[in-house]
Structure formats: C-alpha cells, structure tokens
C-alpha cells in the first residue's frame, strides 16, 4: 500500500495527485487525482478524476468528475 495524501483542514490547494488522498473539513482543492480518495464535511473540490473508491461526506461539495468509470461512492454523497 502507497503513502496516504492529506490535504490539512481548511487548506486550500492547486492540485492534488496521489494514489491515497484524505481531504479535510473545509479545504479547498481544484485538481484532485487520485485512485481512492474521503473528502470530509465542507470540503471544496473543483475537478475529481480517475477515481474508483470515494467516501464523500454528504455536505463536500465536488464541481467536476471526469474519468470515473468504475467510481464506487458511499450512499450520502452530493456529486
């Protein structure tokens, strides 16, 4: 298993690329790469992509998917 990214609450970032990515509650990210990501309460991201796991809070918000075909996100999510 590779390292885990974590992107600090209320951070705010450019781009993101990692095969393991946590972003905290109210952080702010425009690119986010990454094959299993858990975006947390408030979060911002502008352009998830080549995704397959996810665990989204319900109140994260995401701008854009792409490349995403075999996406797996919990139930309470707001894509």
Do not use: H
Not at 26 to 35: I, K, Q, R, S, T
Not at 50 to 78: F, H, M, Q, W
Request: net charge negative.
């Amino acid at each position: 298993m590779g390292c885990i990214v974590v992107v600090a609450r209320n951070a705010s970032v450019d781009k993101v690329v990692g095969k393991q990515v946590r972003v905290g509650r109210g952080a702010m990210v425009d690119y986010l790469e990454a094959e299993e990501v858990v975006v947390e309460d408030l979060a911002d991201i502008g352009v998830l992509t080549y995704v397959v796991k996810a665990e989204l809070s319900s109140k994260a918000r995401i701008g854009e998917t792409r490349k995403t075909d075999k996406l797996s996100i919990t139930p309470d999510c707001n894509v």
